[in-house]
């Protein structure tokens, strides 16, 4: 007969009941995780391979002007010389980053909160949608997660008085800013509520050990500061929003919680989130009352609550000032940084639940909802926008340029300026080309030419044609980001000079076919 251990205790040592559970999150967290080394590589994930890189010249200028901070690019550059750049080789350093995070975060929050919160809390964290699809994609995403929990329990040792502590703050904390600006969030949190503490207790000493950290990650991240400040034109992105209280509604009932995979569609987000705060709201408010009674339980709510109250304060603040090109600060990614301690709080809501049914229940029902969110972001939802970007098909796309050619060769041709290079097909890219000559590395006689959507319009293909000495030209675009043959006046022009076919669709990825007509059309 099945009984429930002890969930308060935080004093004893984990069971063998307890150490099986971990043993099961671990298992189907890496089944969940699977699918996701398979995926097509996109345009982030490409920018960590070798084939289309940056040019070696201009690399060390393109990392330290990114938007991302420069450290996690380093990484990849000297990890992909080892692995090589196969889709599972460059996913797997954030993949390791998340387990990693959710490894600190349960044996810290076994400790202090009991042995089952922890291993749900690395359960709920591993679990979630959100965490999986961003673990599962070369972006710095989750190794700033890591960073910032590995940030706050340090800082709650460094609270517990741990002088030993210093040096390894200190190591995480610059490697952690290096990584991504996100990262703050994480050293203002934790920091605002150990000086909080530490001012009313009196406690001078911690305060000063935790003043010498912070002056060692200041004074290392300063450099960094001034060169973005000088190119701080690199940094601006279209794609944020204004973070309101709809898009916090929707953050916590929705992103956070099943990562917006349960019913993707846009215009029923605001519905989908209600249902989920139904189940968010009285497990944070349960988790608050427990942790609000410990030193550590506040530094977790600080954690969770400070960053995304932060958010709000500016963006409110850049509205009034009624600048609308900066006042769109807001992207769910950019507060994934919380994600483990809005994991926590869940965790920490349900074992705070009695009676003991009703704790196993609400932890039952948190649990199939993420694995049964995270199955159908990789079945049903595979290519449709759940907690990001939908995933274009690039190597669908490119399968089938060879295929359509192989099986129609039309005119053959050369490079543009290289008439010694010949080619069997030109293929205009929206957005750039990096992906496609992955997937063509191998493939001999296919010119890939970028295009930015502001500027690619019907008469430029007859001169894309004519530079190459060809009569067919091949359009790869992704609808998420431009649906530039589903403009009314573009595809009119086109159909008067060209014959054209869509020849495969996969997801929001369309390959067009464009052949030249012998006459153009009136």
């Known amino acids: 007969m099945y009984t429930r251990p002890a969930m308060d205790d935080a004093t004893k040592r984990p069971d063998a009941q307890v150490r099986r559970a971990a043993w099961a999150v671990a298992l189907i967290s890496l089944l969940l995780h699977l699918p996701g080394f398979f995926e097509p590589l996109w345009i982030d994930d490409t920018l960590r391979t070798f084939s289309t ?85 070369a972006k710095n995403g989750l190794v700033t997660v890591c960073f910032g929990v590995m940030w706050v329990v340090l800082a709650d040792r460094l609270r517990e008085g741990a002088r030993k502590t210093m040096p390894a703050a200190c190591a995480v904390g610059v490697l952690g800013v290096y990584t991504d600006w996100a990262f703050m969030y994480a050293v203002g949190a934790a920091s605002c509520m150990v000086i909080a503490e530490g001012a009313i207790h009196r406690r001078w000493a911690v305060l000063r050990r935790l003043g010498v950290v912070l002056g060692v990650v200041a004074a290392a991240a300063l450099p960094l500061v001034l060169y973005k400040i000088e190119h701080i034109d690199h940094l601006y992105r279209e794609y944020p929003r204004h973070f309101t209280l709809t898009e916090l509604w929707r953050l916590l009932g929705n992103w956070m919680l099943w990562g917006n995979a349960m019913l993707p569609a846009p215009a029923h987000r605001v519905l989908i989130a209600s249902i989920g705060m139904g189940l968010v709201v009285p497990l944070l408010a349960a988790a608050g009352w427990r942790f609000a009674r410990t030193a550590s339980g506040r530094l977790a709510l600080g954690a969770l609550w400070l960053p995304i109250v932060v958010t709000l304060a500016i963006s409110a603040v850049l509205v009034m000032r009624g600048d609308a090109s900066q006042t769109m600060i807001f992207q769910e990614r950019n507060l994934l940084i919380v994600l483990p301690w809005f994991a926590l709080g869940l965790a920490r809501g349900v074992t705070a639940l009695k009676p003991a049914w009703l704790s196993l229940a609400a932890g039952g029902v948190v649990l199939s909802v993420l694995v ?135 997801g929001v990825m369309e390959l067009w076919r464009m052949d030249r007509r012998p006459r153009p059309l009136p």
């Open 53 to 137: 890189f940056v040019a070696p010249e201009r690399w060390w200028t393109w990392v330290l002007r990114d938007v991302h901070n420069p450290l996690y690019n380093v990484f990849m550059r000297g990890w992909i010389h080892v692995a090589g750049d196969s889709p599972l080789a460059i996913r797997l350093p954030t993949v390791v980053c998340a387990h990693l995070a959710a490894l600190v975060l349960g044996l810290w929050a076994g400790r202090r909160f009991g042995a089952w919160t922890g291993v749900l809390a690395a359960a709920f964290f591993l679990f979630n949608p959100a965490q999986i699809l961003h673990a599962t994609m």
């Open 372 to 506: 049964t969110a995270a199955v159908l972001q990789w079945t049903i939802y595979r290519r449709e926008a759940t907690s990001y970007w939908p995933r274009p098909d690039f190597r669908a796309m490119v399968r089938a340029v060879v295929e359509d050619i192989e099986s129609d060769p039309g005119t053959s041709g050369h490079a543009a300026g290289d008439p010694s290079r010949p080619i069997r097909a030109a293929v205009v890219c929206l957005p750039p080309r990096a992906t496609l000559r992955y997937y063509l590395r191998g493939v001999e006689g296919i010119d890939v030419i970028p295009a930015q959507k502001w500027k690619l319009y019907p008469y430029d293909f007859p001169r894309f044609a004519d530079e190459r000495g060809i009569g067919r030209v091949y359009l790869v675009q992704s609808t998420a980001h431009v649906d530039w043959m589903g403009n009314p006046d573009h595809r009119e022009r086109m159909d008067r000079r060209w014959e054209v076919r869509l020849v495969r669709k996969a």
